[in-house]
């Protein structure tokens, strides 16, 4: 009581006697502190709909383990960066703002499609992604165990290798020790039990294609 209310929060989802989403709903019922930017770490098998969970209040929701740009940059977008104090209550930024940006952090983007390719590249691009491109399964493996990479676009349906056998790979090799990154499938197929296969096969989450770019962000 009496102290400046904190510039951000960091939660986590699964916490005892009170998970992260209830604790988020009672800081946002309390006019005292509830401008305070949420952001909710999950774990894989915790993922929550984003829709609900910007309803609620929370700015950012993300998946554990979480590389260090990306949680910068979303604890980035969630405070008023012109001078640092908590973001008011109806100043919570999108995703898809052009406040949250992601300069320099390194995607690879596994897509055999030259007009898909273009099209998630200018969208990564322009919100300060550096994409690197590779056209099959068995590339975007060779790259990822070669170079350091903040995030994976897999597309599923691959030439050469497929997306679920690559991150199979790939997931085998950080299991001996490599650094885990997130990796979010894109299928152009999005039927019952996409998500739960992408899952199964070490992805974090998938989006459908085309690409939409507030579904993706």
């Known amino acids: 009581a009496g102290e400046a209310p904190y510039g951000a929060a960091i939660v986590d989802f699964q916490m005892p006697e009170m998970d992260g989403v209830e604790l988020g709903k009672r800081i946002k019922a309390d006019p005292a502190i509830q401008a305070t930017p949420l952001v909710l770490l999950t774990s894989v098998d915790r993922l929550r709909d984003g829709k609900e969970l910007r309803r609620i209040g929370f700015a ?24 640092g104090t908590v973001a008011g209550a109806a100043r919570v930024p999108d995703p898809t703002d052009s406040i949250v940006r992601w300069e320099g952090a390194r995607v690879l983007l596994a897509e055999d499609n030259d007009v898909n390719q273009r099209l998630a590249t200018r969208l990564l691009e322009k ?4 994409v690197r491109i590779a056209p099959n399964g068995a590339e975007a493996v060779d790259a990822a165990l070669r170079e350091t990479f903040d995030l994976i676009l897999m597309d599923v349906q691959m030439p050469i290798m497929d997306g ?8 085998a090799y950080e299991a001996d020790g490599g ?33 939409d770019a507030s579904t993706l962000f």
């Open 60 to 83: 950012a929701h993300l998946t554990k383990p979480v590389r260090s740009g990306v949680f910068l940059a979303a604890v980035a977008g969630a405070v008023d960066q012109s001078d």
């Open 127 to 130: 919100r300060g992604f550096s």
């Open 164 to 171: 679920l056998e690559a991150t199979h790979r790939i997931r």
């Open 179 to 211: 650094a885990r990154v997130p990796i979010i499938a894109m299928t152009a197929h999005a039927m019952k039990g996409d998500r739960e296969r992408c899952i199964e096969a070490g992805m974090d989450d998938y989006v459908p294609k085309p690409l």
